[in-house]
């Protein structure tokens, strides 16, 4: 390893999928770690062999794949009190998963050593130096998690450093110390990282901490400053209970305040997209206000934070939002100027001078419409299409001939069932389908996809994850009206749209067809610049 540089070790397979309502196909797992060896992660802990066939069978999927960067590893724990370590099943099992690279956990507290694995501190401690021992003649190189460290550290430093010892003595390549139950803050990690560093010198030191005190970046961080080089975490910080340390965060953090090469600066900017790939898979529409990949994590509010930000972006920015593959968002709300909507326009590729007659249009149209209760902040997808309608630029994809929605409910005891008919023409053909669907606006988003998929294709990669609803009370004597939010991803961008109406299904109508507009749009600007897309950039193993 070159001097400096910090190894990144991934457990999103692992430790991630032990966050509750987290779980991982083959297909997804084996879809991440691909992802991640993009990204130049080195190392990427797959599972646990000997404690499920899933865990096992992504060892031998992942092999079929021709993988650049990173090193597969299997992770277990030391053998059982009551066995040898060549006897041990646990063991065996973590071998056949065939990788170069094996972790294995023992434990550094007294207390875990007495009331977990209930035998003797001098027997824990030859537990340790024979299962390392043991993993390492099969020449593997051994990672050693040392579980519960800190805790094991502040009740008896000297057993805590002796089972390190331990494991140095098995053969182990580097010593993770792991904050298993997350309650230590980043002063006493620093504090205990470099007591550890002063007694072995020569080691590689690594770093595992998890969230339950909201300072698990925070801690592995100031492990790494007391000269940890080594550092696991999960992305977004997927783990049990509140989480493991966030390495989309880390990674930044590592590169562009601490100076540390860790994977290479041109891949800097690709973490957002692993980022996104993950929320995707858990299910759960992207955190906005994540650190360095989140999308308001560079976003800014009317007024003078926009005006500065716009003459020079260092006041209220700590980084080069591109950096990270990130941008500047400026929100646009009724207190926009003229020069806040040229910079949004701008950021579409649109350039309306300053006193662009267009500029002047959409400035007037947005004042209006946020005036009617149009909401933009969230829904900069329909602003960008706004745009490029004032400019003549908009295509139309489809038009809508007519839709039917009906709720039918036969009794108390049952649900309601919602259907939704819908006649729309794509370029010459009409379509005409119908859908089921949980509520009325479900129903009715799935018979436009039946209507439209079949045109186009790449519409199969979109969902809508998020839907709001806001009861706008009615002015001047007019009645109320509903504002529909809508957040539909593509697993690799998310983007907002906003309806407005005194009916809710046409307001839903306006946000649906923004939003699969938008998709098209970009798509088709995509392929206009021809973009290889990210997945052409693998290697088909
Ligand atoms: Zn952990």
Redesign the pocket.
């Known amino acids: 390893m070159a001097p400096g540089r910090i190894e990144i070790y991934d ?1 999103t397979l692992r ?1 991630g999928t ?1 966050g509750e309502n987290f779980s991982l196909s083959l297909f997804d797992k084996v879809r991440v770690a691909r992802k991640l060896d993009e990204l130049g992660i080195d190392y990427v802990e797959g599972g646990w062999p000997g404690s499920n066939p899933l865990d096992m069978t992504f060892f031998r999927e992942i092999k079929k794949h021709c993988l650049t960067h990173t090193q597969i590893v299997a992770f277990g724990a030391t053998c059982h009190p009551g066995t040898s370590p060549e006897k041990d099943e646990n063991l065996q099992m973590l071998l056949s998963a065939d990788t170069a690279v094996l972790t294995v956990f023992g434990k550094s507290w007294t207390l875990q050593v007495r009331d977990a694995l209930r035998t003797t501190l001098k027997k824990n401690l030859a537990i340790i130096r024979g299962s390392v021992a043991f993993l390492k003649a099969h020449d593997k190189r051994i990672i050693y ?1 040392a ?1 519960h460290f800190f805790d094991g550290y502040k009740a008896d430093p000297r057993y805590a450093l002796s089972t390190l010892e331990a494991a140095l003595e098995g053969g182990a390549a580097t010593l993770v110390l ?1 904050d ?1 139950n997350g309650g230590t803050l980043p002063s006493e990690i620093g504090a205990i990282v470099a007591a550890v560093r002063a007694q072995f010198a020569k080691i590689a030191l690594g770093i ?1 901490t ?1 969230n339950d005190t909201d300072t698990a970046v925070a801690s592995a961080l100031a492990a790494v400053e007391q000269g940890a080089v080594h550092v ?1 975490g999960t992305i977004n910080g997927v ?2 209970r509140c989480g ?1 340390a966030n390495l989309c965060s880390i990674i930044p953090n590592l590169r562009l305040k601490l100076g540390k090469s860790c994977i290479h600066e041109d891949q800097l900017v690709h973490v957002q997209v692993v980022s996104a790939l993950v929320a995707e898979l858990a299910n759960e529409p992207p955190r906005h206000n994540q650190p360095f990949v989140g999308r308001s994590a560079f976003a800014h509010k009317g007024g003078v934070h926009v005006a500065a930000v716009l003459r020079n972006p260092e006041t209220y920015e700590h980084i080069p939002p591109e950096l990270v593959g990130n941008h500047r968002r400026v929100l646009i709300s009724d207190l926009s100027g003229r020069s806040t909507i040229s910079h949004k326009a701008q950021a579409f590729g649109l350039d309306l001078g300053k006193d662009d007659p267009i500029a002047r249009k959409v400035l007037a149209e947005i004042k209006a419409r946020v005036h009617e209760g149009f909401q933009y902040e969230a829904a900069e997808a329909s602003f960008e299409l706004l745009v490029h309608r004032a400019r003549g630029l908009q295509k139309s994809y489809f038009t809508l001939l007519g839709f039917h929605v009906s709720d039918t409910k036969r009794s108390d005891m049952e649900e309601p069932q919602a259907e939704a008919s819908i006649r729309v023409k794509v370029g010459q053909q009409e379509e005409h389908t119908a859908a089921l669907g949980h509520g009325p606006v479900n129903a009715l988003d799935n018979a436009l996809r039946k209507a439209l998929e079949k045109h186009y294709v790449n519409l199969k990669e979109m969902r809508l994850f998020d839907y709001k609803v806001r009861v706008l009370p009615g002015v001047d004597g007019t009645g109320a009206k509903v504002r529909v939010l809508i957040e539909s991803t593509d697993g690799v961008s998310t983007w907002g749209t906003v309806g407005l109406s005194v009916d809710i299904l046409e307001a839903s109508w306006q946000a649906l067809t923004d939003s699969y507009t938008y998709k098209l749009h970009k798509d088709e600007l995509k392929q206009q610049q021809e973009i290889p897309p990210a997945d052409s950039m693998k290697c088909i193993g």
Request: proline share 0%; charged share 30%; hydrophobic share 0%.
């Open positions: 457990t430790d032990q998690d579980e792991c298993t595992h998890h696991q783990g049990e493991n």
